[in-house]
């Protein structure tokens, strides 16, 4: 069993405060879930712990890990939120709380809803680090998704599948991101997972053995031609990806040129494009296959140079080239911007390209270069972006996209055209509200209805959405021409 020893050396930052903090945290965890279970027969006190390991490797601060020590403990095992405010602080409870409301959140893979759902977590979330909280938590749940009864293990690798992995893919976490679509495709199509994992098997030592090979090659070649590089790595294909790739390949797994790749690391990026010059000179690259997305980032961040050449036995090879930052910044993204910001004080060394593309990501990434203190980031982090929106949530768990300002009657009014015109009440978070309350984000609001009801016309004085204004005036309209 771990010990909060050994988490406290698996952080980055060791200062006697945070490592009192994680301490602190970690007991209050144990005390809290004592006697709880997972449904692996395990203590519940290992998920949390396996969680906050995972933050910790993505070199986030001791806040984020005392946070994820004691993410369940306001939902499962009822420590009153003030509780975690009066003894580890404001932020941890921010954090907290954060996470506890994203719990409310459900995915049924309804058509459409995964891209509001992945708002609605931003949105939830206002600090960055709550979704890292959460990835880690829903990468432990997917590890052990198998002790989970079938229905509600479907459900929840539909929800990672369509709103966690592509949430993560978005925030450069790439390496949580393929490990989260591999976990999921396990449950949504086993067939084809298992099918895929013999082909992976049979193919793989040949594979390797080939890449081994090549590499001594593109060793000799860098060499002979004085080019410096840190380390040659070999990577092998993920499930998930093979799966996609063979479908657009006519499930030709021939045609799969990188179920094994080579990576070189590098020091700089000038030796990264010298490194892509000695593979050329030595082999013949594939046309249409040398892609630089150092010069051109994927949207999400991603930086590498790629290329494929015919190696031994006119077998071709695929090749990423890149730096050490790169590379860590294509599996951690975000959570190692970060992570730089705080370790240098600030003094951020990410030396960022920003693309042409104007993602959310890339605003993330410019506001890290721009913003010298990690406070001033951490504001700025809170997520913005979706300024005009709000995302309510219905009993069942389901996300609804409104506008801000919008009060319970545009709610009703979202869901279907009957309910907004027969409502008569609304409850919010439980509590019973005028019509014209003002929601927020989070807000689980669930409508009273009486059949026959009619909409009246003054709730035109506060509605916000066009759909309910609409359907409001043309109600109205109905009623006094059938009078
Ligand atoms: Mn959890």
């Known amino acids: 069993m771990h010990s909060p020893d050994?988490?406290?050396?698996?952080?980055?930052?060791?200062?006697?405060?945070?490592?009192?903090?994680?301490?602190?945290?970690?007991?209050?965890?144990?005390?809290?879930?004592?006697?709880?279970?997972?449904?692996?027969?395990?203590?519940?006190?290992?998920?949390?712990?396996?969680?906050?390991?995972t933050v910790a490797s993505w070199g986030l601060d001791a806040t984020t890990i005392a946070a994820t020590l004691l993410h369940d403990v306001v939902e499962d095992a009822e420590v009153p939120l003030q509780t975690i405010s009066d003894q580890f602080g404001e932020e941890v409870a921010r954090l907290v709380d954060g996470v506890t409301k994203l719990s409310r959140v459900k995915y049924r893979g309804q058509t459409g809803k995964a891209e509001t759902l992945r708002k609605l977590v931003l949105v939830l979330a206002e600090d960055v680090r709550v979704v890292f909280v959460k990835l880690a938590d829903r990468l432990h749940n997917m590890e052990t998704l198998e002790h989970v009864e079938p229905d509600r293990r479907v459900r929840i690798a539909h929800e990672t599948a369509d709103v966690y992995a592509p949430l993560a893919y978005r925030l450069g976490l790439g390496k949580v991101s393929g490990d989260l679509e591999d976990l999921a495709f396990r449950w949504l199509d086993p067939s084809r997972y298992a099918w895929l994992s013999q082909v992976m098997a049979d193919h793989l030592e040949h594979g390797a053995a080939r890449a081994q090979a090549v590499r001594q090659q593109a060793e000799e070649a860098l060499a002979l031609l004085g080019v410096s590089y840190v380390r040659i790595d070999s990577r092998t294909k993920r499930i998930s990806s093979l799966g996609k790739k063979l479908r657009r390949l006519d499930e030709d797994i021939d045609k799969v040129y990188d179920l094994v790749a080579l990576r070189i690391i590098t020091e700089s990026i000038s030796d990264c494009y010298a490194a892509l010059g000695a593979l050329h000179a030595t082999w013949r690259p594939l046309p249409g296959l040398v892609k630089d997305y150092i010069a051109v980032p994927k949207p999400n961040g991603y930086r590498s140079l790629h290329t494929t050449v015919v190696g031994v036995d006119g077998v071709p090879v695929e090749f990423q080239i890149r730096t050490e930052q790169m590379h860590n910044e294509n599996e951690y993204g975000v959570a190692a911007y970060w992570a730089y910001a705080d370790a240098k004080g600030g003094k951020s060394q990410a030396n960022v390209q920003v693309s042409a593309q104007h993602t959310w990501v890339q605003t993330l990434k410019e506001w890290q270069t721009h913003l010298q203190d990690p406070d001033e980031f951490l504001q700025a982090v809170?997520?913005?972006?979706?300024?005009?929106?709000?995302?309510?949530?219905?009993?069942?768990?389901?996300?609804?996209?409104?506008?801000?300002?919008?009060?319970?009657?545009?709610?009703?009014?979202?869901?279907?055209?009957?309910?907004?015109?027969?409502?008569?009440?609304?409850r919010v978070n439980g509590r019973t509200v005028p019509l014209n309350t003002v929601l927020e984000s989070g807000d689980l609001v669930q409508i009273v209805t009486q059949r026959g009801k009619q909409p009246s016309t003054s709730w035109l004085e506060f509605v916000k959405s066009t759909k309910a204004q609409r359907w409001i005036r043309a109600r109205v309209k109905d009623q006094s021409r059938g009078a």
């Not at 929106?389 to 389901?398: N, Y």
């Not at 009060?407 to 979202?414: K, L, M, N, S, W």
């Open 6 to 53: 050994a988490l406290i050396a698996a952080c980055r930052s060791t200062r006697p405060e945070e490592a009192e903090l994680i301490r602190r945290a970690y007991a209050t965890a144990q005390a809290a879930h004592a006697g709880q279970l997972r449904k692996s027969g395990e203590a519940y006190i290992t998920h949390p712990v396996q969680a906050a390991f």
């Open 382 to 426: 809170k997520v913005e972006f979706f300024q005009d929106r709000i995302f309510c949530l219905t009993p069942k768990g389901e996300a609804i996209d409104l506008p801000a300002g919008s009060c319970p009657v545009d709610f009703a009014y979202a869901i279907h055209k009957e309910l907004g015109d027969q409502t008569i009440a609304a």
